[in-house]
T-cell receptor
Framework: QQPVQSPQAVILREGEDAVINCSSS?????VHWYRQKHGEAPVFLMI?????EQKGHEKISASFNEKKQQSSLYLTASQLSYSGTYFC???????????FGTGTRLTVIP | EAGVVQSPRYKIIEKKQPVAFWCNPI?????LYWYLQNLGQGPELLIR????????DSQLPKDRFSAERLKGVDSTLKIQPAELGDSAVYLC????????????FGPGTRLTVL
């Protein structure tokens, strides 16, 4: 039930864009995105509910294709502060029991 | 507004010893979660509370793990006895409601079992 994330790791220069993908073999009710820096708590980014609505704010946005059980996180004009490990958490029933992927380690360099 | 509070932040024990972790959720949050996070992995849900009731504990190893949430606020997760494989970060999270709602995580307790 654990979703699969890709890529596992990516290195960007400041200002470059990145896409992180999250794929599940099960039908999904919602997808939750988090960013975690080393030794810190996961920080919430956004939730996407089934319906395919794309959400976002500033330079981070995401989409959810419920037919394909896939979600993508879009990071545009990356900043040094974007570095960290990004996790998607998937909820199959609406009970908010999240299954997290293994993460995508993003490193932004000057 | 204060976030999710956990203590201790770090704990080192020898195997077979008991250990307990404490969590204070965000004020007013009815749903509380305990997760385990191994190095390089995503969090794994152990147990979810709706107020005082444990509504999903299917992933909790009940032979050695136990949890309680008295009065529907603070929660304690206990391991007795601890094994080497229990070394991990134990994260607590809370949400206002239990459906499609944002989960806010605490800083976690890093457990090392020697």
């Amino acid at each position: 039930q654990q979703p699969v994330q890709s890529p596992q790791a990516v290195i960007l220069r400041e200002g470059e864009d990145a896409v992180i993908n999250c794929s599940s073999s099960k039908a999904l009710y919602s997808v939750h995105w988090y960013r975690q820096k080393h030794g810190e708590a996961p920080v919430f980014l956004m939730i996407l509910l089934k319906g395919g609505e794309q959400k976002g704010h500033e330079k981070i946005s995401a989409s959810f294709n419920e037919k394909k059980q896939q979600s993508s996180l879009y990071l545009t004009a990356s900043q040094l502060s974007y570095s960290g490990t990004y996790f998607c958490g998937t909820d199959q029933t609406g009970a908010n029991n999240l299954f997290f992927g293994t993460g995508t380690r993003l490193t932004v360099i000057p | 507004e204060a976030g999710v509070v956990q203590s201790p932040r770090y704990k080192i024990i020898e195997k077979k010893q008991p250990v307990a972790f404490w969590c204070n959720p965000i004020s007013g949050h009815n749903t509380l979660y305990w997760y385990l996070q191994n190095l390089g992995q995503g969090p794994e849900l152990l147990i979810r509370y709706e107020n005082e009731e444990a509504v999903d504990d299917s992933q909790l190893p009940k032979d050695r793990f136990s949890a309680e949430r008295l009065k529907g606020v603070d929660s304690t997760l206990k391991i007795q006895p601890a094994e080497l494989g229990d070394s991990a970060v134990y994260l607590c999270a809370s949400s206002l409601v239990g459906s499609a709602d944002t989960q806010y995580f605490g800083p976690g307790t890093r457990l090392t079992v020697l």
